[in-house]
């Protein structure tokens, strides 16, 4: 019994690896690309950062990160559903995307019905 729980808490954390990875590389990029975006002072001080390229690719590593960001949740759903699968784990990643759609589809269903 007890060897059957270590093993699933072993799966679980790795299931989660995936997504926290991503998490903190989508945090990276929002940084760097706040830095480069809204520092006003480095900017100042280096004026190559006003440059088009520079902010193109500061606008674009804040677009990537906060695409990961938004859907964080969905990477979670899937990432979990793809680790803790025994078996045809492919079905059970779609089975995941077409879960997390329901649920977001159910909830802005209930929140849109409801009068203040």
């Known amino acids: ?27 990276l990029l929002l940084g760097v690309a706040s830095l480069f975006l ?20 500061a606008n674009l590593l804040n677009t990537v990160g906060a695409v990961i960001m938004d859907n964080l ?19 059970a990643a779609l089975g995941a995307i077409c879960g997390y759609l329901a649920l977001n589809m159910g909830m802005h269903a209930c929140i849109i019905n409801v009068s203040p």
């Open 1 to 27: 019994m007890k060897k059957e729980m270590i093993n699933f808490f072993q799966k679980l954390s790795r299931a989660f690896i995936t997504p926290i990875a991503l998490l903190s590389f989508a945090s």
């Open 38 to 57: 809204w520092h006003e002072k480095l900017r100042e001080m280096l004026p190559f950062l006003n440059s088009f390229i520079f902010q193109y690719i």
């Open 73 to 91: 949740p969905f990477l979670f759903a899937v990432s979990l559903a793809f680790t803790l699968a025994k078996s045809e784990k492919e079905y």
